[in-house]
């Protein structure tokens, strides 16, 4: 049974930082683009950034530019989310999911204080 497993999330200050990793599990399967979404309650899931298979393409949602970081290492079947100047409209919960497979990880919170 193929999981995605996410790094457990924190909580931290404005202004820190906090990497969030998904480690696949189960099998191994190439060329998917990895997703990263964010959700708080009463609202929708937001894209925050998605990364091809080859990592040559990238996309970061406004809010984040600048600040979040995606990669991937396609060895170790993990994904990370690397957010640095954390700011509490960050606070949320964060998904990761492999596009093509339909993958997606348990979701992690992420709260930042002010």
């Known amino acids: ?3 995605v497993v996410e ?4 909580l931290v200050q404005t202004g820190g930082s906090l990497r969030l990793s998904c480690t696949v599990s ?3 399967f190439d060329d998917y683009t990895i997703n ?3 959700q708080t309650p009463g609202n929708q ?3 925050v950034s998605c990364i091809s298979w080859s990592g040559r393409s990238i996309y970061y949602a406004d ?9 991937r290492d396609n060895d170790k079947s993990t994904w990370y989310l690397q957010m640095n100047n954390l700011k509490p409209e960050d606070t949320a919960t964060y ?6 497979y339909d993958l997606w990880g348990q ?3 992420v709260t930042v204080s002010s």
């Open 36 to 38: 990263w979404f964010r």
């Open 45 to 47: 899931r937001e894209g």
């Open 26 to 28: 189960g099998r191994t």
């Open 95 to 100: 998904y990761c999911m492999a596009w093509e």
């Open 107 to 109: 979701g992690t919170q």
């Open 1 to 3: 049974q193929v999981q």
């Open 7 to 10: 790094s457990v999330g924190d």
């Open 63 to 71: 809010s984040v530019k600048g600040r979040f970081t995606i990669s």
